[in-house]
């Protein structure tokens, strides 16, 4: 099965990012495949390397890293949410004149239509949130 | 790309209060440029989101309730809401937005795609539909 996966949640704050990193996890074990996970809404907080969670505590940003680099795994967060919650890249900061940037490894912005285009191209999308 | 597919878009919160209305709106518009085949259902507090006459002066929010209206021109065919939500909230079909939709190609016109529609409708539909956005 193909999946898509739809992030709504920040992390910490709610399951929904744990919840949707557990199911990739799954998913792509079992030899699924997954086209895209778009991070939407305060998903997009997924998205910054500067998360510092306590040593003791899972660390939410770090999990979607790993798993993206085992599976070449496309994490995509939604650029009109990020600017509106400070997620930065460095093409973002030079558009909109900011003095640093926070995104994550792996991770890149990109706009909604990468949202519909995996809602199209999937067997299956699978939102995780409130 | 693949054919056609049926999205629905499910609406479950007040407009306001919460971004996820504005947000999910934002992913109608970029929907309907794909050429899906797009609906739209309103159940919960979602069904505020049609309400006419919304005034947000006084918590300094935009309001975004007029983009509705124009839903028609950006290809979506079909607004349903949950007729028990709007019930309970002391609504009927009078206090929401009309939105008119016409098919450019065919001049086939619809004067108003808002259907108020009861639970068992809704759940035949969204059971119908290849995917399924909640917001």
Redesign the interface.
Same mark, same amino acid.
């Given at each position: 099965m193909k999946f898509a996966i739809q992030v709504n949640e920040g992390p910490y704050q709610h399951q929904a990012s744990d919840s949707a990193y557990q199911f990739t996890k799954a998913a792509l074990e079992k030899g699924h495949e997954c086209f895209r996970v778009f991070f939407y809404h305060d998903g997009v907080l997924n998205g910054t390397r500067l998360t510092t969670p306590p040593q003791d505590d899972r660390n939410i940003v770090n999990n979607w890293v790993e798993l993206a680099e085992k599976y070449d795994l496309d994490l995509v967060v939604c650029v009109a949410a990020a600017q509106r919650r400070g997620i930065v890249d460095e093409g973002e900061a030079e558009r909109n004149g900011k003095d640093a940037t926070n995104i994550a490894p792996r991770f890149r912005i990109s706009g909604l239509g990468q949202l519909i285009e995996a809602a199209i191209q999937c067997d299956k999308l699978v939102v995780f949130g409130d | 790309? =693949?054919d056609k597919?049926q &999205?629905m878009f499910l609406n479950r919160r007040a407009p306001y209060g919460t !971004?996820?209305a504005w947000?999910s709106l934002? $992913?109608v518009l !970029? @929907?309907a @440029?794909?050429e899906?085949a797009v609906s739209l259902a309103f159940i919960d507090d979602g069904v505020y989101q049609l309400v006419t006459g919304q005034d947000t002066t006084g918590i300094g929010m935009k309001n975004f309730s007029p983009t509705y209206k124009t839903l028609g021109d950006y290809e979506v065919r079909h607004m349903y809401v949950d007729k028990d939500s709007l019930e309970a909230r002391g609504l009927s079909v009078d206090d929401l937005v009309v939105v008119p939709w016409e098919d450019w190609e065919t001049e086939e016109t619809v004067d108003n795609i808002v259907e108020v529609v009861d639970s068992a409708k809704l759940a035949e539909l969204l059971e119908e539909s290849d $995917? $399924? &956005? =909640?917001?």
């Open positions: - | 790309m =693949s597919k &999205f !971004i996820y947000e934002e $992913v !970029i @929907a @440029a794909f899906q $995917v $399924v &956005f =909640s917001f």
